[in-house]
């Protein structure tokens, strides 16, 4: 089972090298004045509408100036029905800022600059990507960035090979707690955290994956990457998931789904121990979003996204083979040779 690392690290910097500027971005980068035009596709999350309130707000600050949401495409999941029976409502709501709808992602993609995938649905997350890839547009992918391990790779593989810039990330990452840790002003070298988040199961994903993300992405916000093991804790009602990390480090990640909700946790670092929460709202992803589209460069490298999602997909195998400690490198490979078989 403690298969070597050196092939999960190989696999998931492959997927950072050569990702440069693609025509569209570089086209931004000549005209910082130009107002670009962002699209939407899924219309099935409450983010849709969300971002689009801040972008479209006409005393909208500096920091978010430049980006308009002028066209969304509402199909998003095709059978959960928690997204599904949404997409009636959100159509409706962000009709009322000015965005067109329209019946097909080719259209939408003729419309704009930048794309923000929003589908709630990570199973469709790989098909949707491809066609914006496709057409040289650089685009923001929501969580789940997928709904296996085996498409966030792939994902990361088709951005780079048709060059267009790609990222993802939970709006919990840009908790401003979590940043002065992450940068190393607040408490110095990170020794190790442990974070909380609400774990709702979806039948059609990978545990984590749905909702889990949030705690587990607050978790690599602090910790960064280098995780080796991961082992899992299971009840009906709660998940523990311990990370052993290079350096002797543990990172814990404990997913909630009865009583008492939220988000945050502890870092313990060489100078002091701080909190990592609390949830910051959406503004400080938006920001980062709007920095992505106008400069063309990724703020979450695509080895740290990888990584965030190998690291669930462990702690789903730990739970299936009953808790045992399971290596990121196993569940690597695993999705690499389901790469090669599609």
């Known amino acids: 089972m403690?298969?070597?690392r050196r092939n999960f690290i190989k696999t998931a910097a492959a997927s950072t090298i050569g990702l440069g500027l693609s025509s569209q971005t570089l086209s931004i980068q000549n005209n910082p004045t130009k107002i670009l035009k962002a699209g939407i596709i899924g219309l099935d999350?409450?983010?849709?509408?969300a971002f689009t309130k801040v972008l479209n707000d006409p005393d909208v600050k500096d920091d978010l100036k430049g980006i308009k949401v002028v066209a969304a495409y509402p199909h998003g999941s095709k059978d959960i029905e928690s997204s599904v029976s949404r997409i009636p409502k959100y159509t409706e709501e962000i009709q009322a800022y000015g965005v067109e709808i329209v019946d097909s992602i080719e259209k939408l993609l003729n419309l704009?600059?930048?794309?923000?995938?929003?589908?709630n649905d990570g199973r469709r997350h790989l098909e949707q990507a491809m066609m914006v890839f496709k057409a040289a547009k650089p685009v923001f992918i929501d969580k789940?960035?997928?709904a296996s391990l085996s498409d966030t790779i792939a994902i990361f593989d088709a951005a780079e090979k048709y060059n267009v810039p790609v990222f993802s990330a939970s709006s919990l990452r840009y908790a401003k707690d979590a940043q002065a840790v992450r940068s190393g002003k607040k408490i110095g070298n990170v020794l190790g955290?442990?974070?909380?988040s609400p774990a709702h199961l979806e039948e059609t994903h990978p545990d984590f994956y749905w909702y889990g993300v949030h705690g587990v992405e607050l978790l690599y916000t602090v910790m960064k990457t280098g995780c080796k093991t991961v082992k899992r804790s299971h009840t009906k009602d709660m998940d523990v998931v311990v990370g052993h990390w290079d350096g002797g480090r543990i990172g814990t990640f404990r997913g909630m789904r009865k009583g008492k909700l939220d988000y945050g946790g502890t870092a313990y670092g060489e100078n002091a121990i701080s909190s990592v929460g609390p949830y910051d709202g959406y503004r400080p992803l938006v920001v980062e979003i709007v920095n992505f589209f106008k400069s063309g460069k990724p703020p979450v490298e695509a080895k740290e996204t990888i990584e965030i999602f190998a690291f669930m997909e462990a702690a789903d195998e730990s739970k299936r083979q009953g808790g045992i400690e399971i290596t990121l490198d196993y569940v690597m490979q695993k999705a690499m040779a389901g790469i090669k078989r599609n």
């Open 112 to 119: 704009v600059d930048v794309v923000l995938l929003e589908t």
């Open 193 to 196: 955290a442990d974070t909380y």
């Open 45 to 49: 999350t409450s983010h849709s509408v």
């Open 144 to 146: 789940p960035i997928a």
């Open 2 to 4: 403690l298969l070597k």
